[in-house]
């Protein structure tokens, strides 16, 4: 099963990801960036595998940058305490 078919499996991947760029020393706006660049290509690459994914990615179709980064925010402040790092 593909990590992108659960949304649990999917936020616990995205939050190890995040802890691993903290550790790093990643800086909240890279981390941000980082965060467009995935919304990004998963909106043009990657076919929605749940109803969660499915409205995130309705969204990110219609959002200009600035809401784009918002979202980015906000995935990031939601997976923050997620990961299993």
């Keep these: 099963m593909s990590v992108l078919e659960n949304w649990d499996q999917w936020k616990d991947f995205l939050g190890d990801r995040l802890n691993q760029g903290e550790k790093q020393g990643l800086s909240q706006d890279a981390i941000t960036g980082l965060a467009i660049?995935?919304?990004?290509?998963?909106?043009?690459?990657?076919?929605?595998?749940?109803?969660?994914?499915?409205?995130?990615?309705?969204?990110?179709?219609?959002?200009?940058?600035?809401?784009?980064?918002?979202?980015?925010?906000?995935?990031?402040?939601?997976?923050?305490?997620?990961?299993t790092s």
Excluded: T
Aim: with cysteine; hydrophobic share 40%.
């Design 37 to 83: 660049e995935i919304g990004d290509y998963l909106a043009n690459q990657v076919d929605p595998k749940n109803d969660q994914e499915r409205v995130l990615s309705d969204l990110w179709s219609v959002a200009n940058e600035d809401e784009k980064h918002a979202i980015a925010c906000l995935m990031v402040k939601l997976v923050d305490n997620n990961g």
